[in-house]
């Protein structure tokens, strides 16, 4: 049984972006935007440069943000607050994931490659706040972002997770092979499964898998 899986959890790691809130809400795409004007106005590239650019950084460093500070040597906090400055009007509160998350027993957290400021302002919007013991953005990692190792365990040091008995929730399937390596329970949320022995589940609604937990 998926709840006997997770017995001898007691911290919970949940990923932020397309994991607390359904992919269809489409926040990436503003977010893509953001972050091509900022590319254009900061690099004088044109938009399709920026656009490739910005993808080839996110497939290669793990998140654009790292592509930049390490090519161009960008500031990341201006970066993170204009790509994050987006409407969540699409985000709806959902109770019930709400409530699941609230019956989990032991520490609950929230780790976004995005920033803790914007973490907070989705889970106001979803209805979450207030259910967790602690909100790490990227900055919290250095601005070294998820899949690096060396990230998780800087963000898991300072939330004192226990990942013998900790589970990761995540939608990007590349990370959570450190989190797998670390010794945690590994879910990939996502509407389509990916193969690889880093990940012990996958789920395409989150309400749903964490009812089963209760």
Request: no cysteine; aromatic share 8%; proline share 6%.
């Amino acid at each position: 049984m998926v709840k006997q899986s997770f017995s001898h959890v007691e911290h919970w790691v949940f990923d932020l972006d397309n994991t607390l809130y359904p992919p269809a809400a489409r926040l990436f795409d503003q977010i893509e935007e953001k972050m091509i004007t900022y590319m254009v106005q900061s690099l004088g590239l044109d938009r399709g440069a920026a656009d490739q650019l910005r993808g080839d950084y996110w497939r290669n460093h793990g998140t654009t943000l790292a592509g930049l500070m390490a090519d161009h040597d960008i500031d990341p906090d201006p970066f993170l607050v204009a790509v994050h400055d987006i409407s969540l009007t699409h985000l709806e509160p959902d109770q019930a994931l709400a409530a699941h998350i609230g019956a989990l027993p032991g520490r609950k957290i929230v780790y976004t490659n995005g920033s803790a400021p914007y973490a907070e302002r989705v889970l106001a919007a979803r209805g979450l706040s207030g259910l967790f013991d602690g909100i790490f953005g990227v900055e919290h990692a250095g601005y070294r972002p998820k899949p690096e190792r060396g990230a998780f365990e800087r963000v898991f040091a300072q939330a004192e997770v226990d990942t013998a008995r900790a589970a990761m929730f995540e939608d990007d399937p590349r990370n959570l092979n450190a989190p797998h390596e670390m010794g945690m329970r590994t879910v990939h949320v996502a509407p389509e499964p990916v193969a690889g022995d880093h990940i012990h589940h996958h789920t395409v609604d989150l309400t749903g898998f964490l009812g089963q937990l209760r």
